[in-house]
């Protein structure tokens, strides 16, 4: 998929050389993962550090003697108390329970059940859910379900890195980058994965001038 991915985006001569500087695209797919985990792991990691959100998962988990990612019922069955002792917020845990009992009843589907479910109709199902919001759903579609046209377009670094990409003056509005990004089907991905590593340029690129 990689190789069409790129022909198709090197047809703009902008992303064709974001390609040729960074090369292949290098998406670490967590294809293990199931998406009730995933959504655990989306909440801890919401408003933190990602080193922050990870010692917070560590704690968590260790809570859990058997070694393995805890079931949804193993959770509800935790207190509140033990759950803060990990460091989440009260809004955090809520946000965890619901996803628990989303699991319980279907709602949150297995891996093999979300493959006979389109991308919209994940977002649908999965934004019922408190804390759960469409950017959240993106990256479990995007990191851990492996679709392939996926265009986050709420995103920060997707929006900095069109603004980087194509020198502009600020970065485009959801809407208008939900259009722009059409003619990248479908292939939206892989070309959010290529923003992302031009908005990590222009930042690199800018620290040297901060520091003067």
Known sequence: MSSAAIRHLSRDPAFGALIGRIGRPRMAIERDRSPYEA?????????????????ILARFEALYPEGAFPLPAMVLETEDERLRGCGFSQSKIASIRAICAATLDGTVPSRRAAARFSDAALIERLTT?????????????????????????????VRDGYRALYALDAPPKPRVLAEIGTVWAPFRSIAAWYLWRASDEARAAAEPASRA
């Open 129 to 157: 859910i408190r804390g759960v919001g469409r950017w959240t759903v993106e990256m479990l579609l995007i990191w851990t379900l492996g679709r392939p046209d996926v265009l986050p377009v709420d995103d920060f670094g």
């Open 39 to 55: 959504l655990v792991r989306a909440i801890a990691h919401q408003q933190l550090h990602g080193r922050a959100a990870r010692a």
